[in-house]
Antibody, heavy 117, light 107 residues
Framework: EVQLVESGGGLVQPGGSLRLSCAASGFTFSSYAMSWVRQAPGKGLEWVSAISGSGSSYYADSVKGRFTSSRDNSKNTLYLQMNSLRTEDTAVYYC???????????WGQGTLVTVSS | DIQMTQSPSSLSASLGDRVTITCRASQSITTYLNWYQQKPGKAPNLLIYGVSSLQSGVPSRFSGSGSGTDFTLTISSLQPEDFATYYCQQTYNTPWTFGQGTKVEIK
């Protein structure tokens, strides 16, 4: 059974940093691209980043230069390093496994990041 | 960036109704179009990928169609568990943008 468990969310001040983790199990982690998607309170879904199995990464313009995706295939874990956080980054952050046509076929439960002074 | 526009933004329907949600892309995305269902407080759930392929475990009352820029999600007979918000997403070009969502409510 595929499982994705995010952690690392919390309250952070504007300008601060946070690192999210996503522990994966139930599939060959290194063989699949992974993505991060966020959802601000009461809003729709926003794609944030994707990273291939080998580590090539892609970002939304809204986070480019501030967020970095990485992965440790030996630990079956995905990371999102978030720097220079802004109030508009407040959201539930989901990690998701990607499949054949880049669809997100499995999702974690999400972790809430609140950026506020 | 490719813009995805869903219509309607919300709809009210009765049990057993046939429901259609439309998604339009600002440029051709060939067949890189996915549909997700999200219930309050829960993660999204993949329904349809590649325009019309049904994700494993998803009921056959859900179907997708379209190509190029215009796509449709159809629920053939609305069930109580289908009241939720539905999102389309293009994965043709990064950034992989979502539509704004369509909320399906009980009439």
């Amino acid at each position: 059974e595929v499982q994705l468990v995010e952690s690392g969310g919390g309250l952070v001040q504007p300008g601060g940093s946070l690192r999210l983790s996503c522990a994966a199990s139930g599939f060959t982690f290194s063989s699949y691209a992974m993505s991060w998607v966020r959802q601000a309170p009461g809003k729709g879904l926003e794609w944030v980043s994707a990273i291939s199995g080998s580590g090539s990464s892609y970002y939304a313009d809204s986070v480019k230069g501030r967020f970095t995706s990485s992965r440790d295939n030996s630990k079956n874990t995905l990371y999102l390093q978030m720097n220079s956080l802004r109030t508009e980054d407040t959201a539930v952050y989901y990690c998701a496994k990607m499949s054949s046509t880049n669809q997100n076929d499995y999702w974690g439960q999400g972790t809430l990041v609140t950026v506020s002074s | 960036d490719i813009q995805m526009t869903q219509s309607p933004s919300s709809l009210s329907a009765s049990l057993g109704d046939r429901v259609t949600i439309t998604c339009r892309a600002s440029q051709s995305i060939t067949t890189y179009l996915n549909w997700y269902q999200q219930k309050p407080g829960k993660a999204p759930n993949l329904l349809i990928y590649g325009v019309s392929s049904l994700q494993s475990g998803v009921p056959s009352r859900f179907s997708g169609s379209g190509s190029g820029t215009d796509f449709t999600l159809t629920i053939s007979s609305l069930q109580p568990e289908d009241f939720a918000t539905y999102y389309c997403q293009q994965t043709y070009n990064t950034p992989w943008t979502f539509g704004q969502g369509t909320k399906v409510e009980i009439k």
